[in-house]
């Protein structure tokens, strides 16, 4: 599973008649000559593959629902549920929704998942393979907090962003640190920017490979950041304890602002799978 | 941090390059192929690419001279497409439009999602209309934005294709429409460069949309056909977040009646109305449902004006399928900005009927050439109004433009005919014989329909409009 990438480069044959060059090109892969060690980690420890219509697994998952405070923080918009209409598993794929409608209060419904108390680790890849929804206001989420939040609060805990996109810029996904001292807008982040192609348009596979002093992030076969102690402006967080995996389909806040006239609901976040590897190294 | 190595390779005496792709995709079969036709994107870069020779064709009314290459401006480059747009008040037209087809074989836009371009003008100001596949001929595939902002620094601006599949032999690659209406009737300049179909990869999911996206209604009569006016737009969300709506011709559409014993409708958008009953009408592109449709009621059978009796050799015929025709300029001027009527005419077994809805005014123009009336005595029109109004009073205006043959001028003169409620019935046709009283009517050039003192007619039917003697 080691994501090495070889690809083979082009194999040429020339012919040479009476001041006549033709060229025969055989290109036999896809792409061009590419190599980059994407991830190292390959003992996979824990997974999600969706496969189950109906409801997500209970034994993976759980949910945050409501508003949280303040909108969970960031004046988000949408009520979180655990219904079939805002979370729910069809022929092999986790589609979160988010739907605009009047609900407790709130004029949108969507989903947030977590595993708190049911897969917390310390280092290791994770990675989910989604598809993005778009539109301005809309804020899908693939993240990690510390699982002694409860105890030392955030952004203590530290928080690991594996992928958070804007509605507004479909062809970008940031990934980003929250700790002590670089929290909210201060957070360290890098973006990345897909070329010729936008992540409402198909699948993608967003991952980090976390490992002592260290996390690397990754959008498909592109390796496109590492955070170290030494790009952080404040205490470094990530070595001490278990992190939980969020998956969540914001609407409104602070990332993108609300939603605008030209934004389509429902959105839709899918997911094909979620899968944790090992720290092996 | 991804690299990407690349192996070009170079020779003096490069004249012939053969790739054999073997993996990743299947070819079509050979029967598929459509081999003649250029996929080339670019139209402009800097200089018409691929054109031919005859490829720049105004529209009429328009400034012939509105488009050159300027070879002192450009963007990222010394050249660009110029558009001197005319002063309203300019003779040789008052207003930039044209039509750039390849004078030659149509091209393969299939592999592209989107023209491309970049434009500035020397001031801020909105364009009417930009966007490719009119040709003159069908406009098969015509597609565009409208209400384009132009600032004075160079933007890239992206027109995406409505389903670039259809696109396997166009010639219309480009065209627009600016006038002065934003300006106060003063004339500017723009420029458009490295104009050219490309593949974006970053345009969202197209989203469909007919009829306004409403599910709107619509009554008519066996034997009527033609092209529904489905107000067909088709909306992209850009790179930038952003979206953008394209106007696309119905033949991007495909089209389903829910009820083709009533209504057929081929896939172009060509409806017949064979049986009386009710036919909803939708449409995918590109596999996706369009928002909105029309109920179709099929009322039964037409009511014909009665068909005209007058010898050919003596009337003047504006808009009748009994006569010859003279050139006319429009039925519908859709004059701007007081003007609400449309047009929604209609054909039935070959006879065409102008249908004016949401009628306040309307003018029918015969102005290239004006027609000399003088041995006419009558106009007549037949008019056909499905349901009366709360008000009925109606004017018909007939202006002769002139020894200078133009509207306005100073020297047009108009004969008022006035038609009040108790001339008419409704459901049935209504015969006007008028006698011409105007002395001068040798330069007529125009008829001119309006409810007067607020009256609400909003719907009615026009045939047989012509001018004789007896």
Redesign the interface.
Known sequence: MNKKINYK??R?TFLYMS??????????????????TVTEFTELVWQDEFDIQGAPNPDNWGYNIGTGENGWGNSELQYYTDRSENVVIQNGILIISAIKEDYNGSSYTSARLLTKDKLEQKYGRFEARMRLP???GIWPAFWMLGANIDQVGWPNCGEIDIMEN??????KVSGAVHGPGYSGGAAIFKKYDL????F??GFHIFGIEWGPEYINYYVD????NQITPADVTGEWVFDNGPFYIIMNLAVGGVFDGSPNE?T?FPQTLLVDYVRVYKNNN | MKYKKFIYLKTALFIALITINTSCERDLSEDAVFATNSNTGEIFTDSPIGLGTDFYFPFLGSKLTAWTVDDNEGYESQSSMRFDVPNANDPEGNYAGAIFRVDGNGRDLTGYDALTFWAKASQGVVIGEIGFGQDFFDNKYQANVANVSFSTNWVKYIIPIPDPSKLIDERGLFWYSAGTQNTGGLGYVFWIDDLKFEKLGTLGSPRPSVFNGEESSYQTFIGTDGILDSSSTVTFNLVNGLNQTVIAAPSYFNWMSSETSSVYIDETGFYNAIATGEAVITATLAGVEAQGSLTTTVLGEFDFAPYPTQDAGNVISIFSDAYSNVPVDFYNGYWEPFQTTLSADFAINGDNILNYTNFNFVGNQFANPTIDASDMSYLHVDMFIPEFPSFFDFLITVVDFGADGVDGGGDDTRQQMFVTASDVEAGVWNSFELPLTLTNRSNIGLIIYENINFATLRNFYLDNIYFYKE
């Open positions: 480069t082009i040429s001041f006549i060059l033709v060229v025969t090109l055989t290109i036999s892969s896809c792409a061009t000559d590419d190599n980059q778009s539109g301005k804007a509605g507004s810029e479909p062809t070329q010729n192609d936008r409402d348009s076969d592109v390796l496109y030209d389509v």
